[in-house]
């Protein structure tokens, strides 16, 4: 997860929202990613997606079971769908978030039921620091107050 935090500094840096992904499997990374929606003026360059990506062409392959992707905010429904798509294992993610979130928030789109691919998810894994991080690029970029209120603690999620 630290890892995948350095990588939403650098995409926060280039102003990008800040979220990085990092694709493991046997403790190898099989592809990262940050985000890149402006750079590339493209809605579908999310971290997620991004590090997908990167794995597929790396392996030659697109289906990763056994893998773990790390993310440092909760996937929006786009992403939850393209790691299952992709058969990948297990989630974990850092900041949650109830206006977007896919895999705990809003709804869980990990936990379908008659589903084939099954997604183990952990949340709130180094959850301050990656809600912080997305609190102080919304707050000095945009006023704050959307995502301020996007992001939420474990504690009090309803």
Same mark, same amino acid.
């Given at each position: 997860?630290?890892?995948?935090?350095?990588?939403? #500094? #650098?995409?926060?840096?280039?102003?990008?929202?800040? &979220?990085?992904?990092?694709?493991?499997?046997?403790?190898?990374?099989?592809? #990262?990613?940050?985000?890149?929606?402006?750079?590339?003026?493209?809605?579908?360059?999310? /971290?997620? &997606?991004?590090?997908?990506?990167? /794995? /597929?062409?790396?392996?030659?392959?697109?289906?990763?079971?056994?893998?773990?992707?790390?993310?440092?905010?909760?996937?929006?429904?786009?992403?939850?769908?393209?790691?299952?798509?992709?058969?990948?294992?297990?989630?974990?993610?850092?900041?949650?978030?109830? $206006?977007?979130?896919?895999?705990?928030?809003?709804?869980?789109?990990?936990?379908?039921?008659?589903?084939?691919?099954?997604? $183990? &998810?952990?949340?709130? &894994?180094? $959850?301050?620091?990656?809600?912080? #991080?997305?609190?102080?690029?919304?707050?000095?970029?945009?006023?704050?107050?959307?995502?301020?209120?996007?992001?939420?603690?474990?504690?009090?999620?309803?």
């Amino acid at each position: 997860m630290r890892r995948a935090l350095a990588l939403a #500094q #650098q995409a926060g840096a280039e102003g990008e929202t800040p &979220v990085g992904a990092i694709l493991v499997m046997d403790g190898s990374v099989l592809g #990262q990613g940050a985000n890149a929606r402006g750079a590339r003026t493209s809605p579908l360059e999310h /971290a997620e &997606v991004l590090a997908l990506r990167r /794995a /597929a062409r790396r392996s030659g392959d697109w289906r990763f079971p056994g893998a773990t992707l790390y993310v440092t905010l909760e996937p929006c429904a786009m992403c939850t769908g393209a790691l299952l798509q992709a058969r990948v294992s297990k989630l974990v993610f850092g900041a949650y978030n109830r $206006e977007t979130g896919c895999c705990a928030s809003l709804l869980n789109l990990a936990d379908i039921p008659g589903s084939r691919t099954q997604l $183990e &998810v952990v949340g709130g &894994v180094l $959850e301050n620091e990656c809600s912080e #991080q997305l609190k102080i690029f919304f707050g000095t970029r945009r006023g704050g107050r959307a995502w301020l209120n996007a992001l939420d603690s474990k504690s009090s999620r309803g």
